[in-house]
């Protein structure tokens, strides 16, 4: 079974832009959530997707979006970006939304703002 | 709010030694534990779970024991390899909902 999957691996934007990243989710599964990534802040929650509905939403700003479709892909767009939005940017895939699930992890999206 | 504290690393042993990073939490509700291993240049990896109290999770030699009486979550293993050179995070979820809240890491390096 094939895992979870982000594209792109890496971008590089300048300020003020935005950005789409895209995650596949294991096939079969429901729930996706992210997750940001720094040096400096270590792993936070961005929010969750089930069934096309966000179940749950970490401390951002609505400069970073989410949305997931049908078939239970989901993006996520962070829009005028800052040099501070430069991170790791990895999706989690589960079958369920429920805490004792297990998380699945893509290997990430390396985004870089100039 | 839910929180997780790990031992600040860098961890260095030599190739057999034992291994053990302390994992302590705070949570609202009863949460589920989990001990998750980033290899260099990858995504996040499950090494093991425990979801009550008293459940030990075990897997390729790690093991961890859930302690609500003291909070904690230690991962242990007897026996280093090489290969496990890696950062470990230690992390929770509470309260339905897929929400991790993750440590700060602990980054292990095993040398021969």
């Known amino acids: 079974k094939a895992g979870v999957t982000q594209t792109p691996r890496y971008l590089i934007k300048t300020r003020g832009q935005q950005v789409t990243l895209s995650c596949s989710p294991i096939s079969g599964h429901r729930s996706v959530s992210w997750y940001q990534q720094t040096p400096g802040q270590g792993l936070q929650f961005l929010f969750e997707y089930f069934s096309e509905t966000q179940r749950n939403k970490g401390n951002f700003p609505g400069r970073f979006s989410g949305r997931q479709f049908s078939n239970s892909r989901s993006e996520m767009n962070v829009s005028t970006l800052e040099l501070g939005d430069s991170a790791l940017y990895l999706c989690?895939?589960?079958?369920?939304?429920?805490?004792?699930?297990?998380?699945?992890f893509g290997p990430g999206t390396r985004l870089t703002v100039l | 709010g839910d929180s997780v504290t790990q031992m600040e690393g860098p961890v260095t042993l030599s190739e057999e030694a034992f291994l053990t990073i302390n994992c302590t939490y705070t949570a609202t509700g009863y949460p589920s534990l989990f001990w998750y291993v980033q290899y260099p240049g990858e995504g996040l990896q499950l090494l093991l779970k425990a979801t009550k109290a008293d459940d030990k999770g075990s897997n390729k030699g790690f093991e961890a024991t859930y302690r609500k009486e003291t909070t904690s979550f230690h991962l242990e293993k007897g026996s280093v390899q090489v290969s496990d050179s890696a950062v470990y995070f230690c992390a929770l979820s509470v309260g339905g909902g897929n929400k991790l809240t993750f440590g700060t890491g602990t980054q292990l390096k095993v040398e021969l």
């Open positions: 989690a895939s589960s079958l369920d939304s429920r805490d004792t699930d297990t998380q699945y």
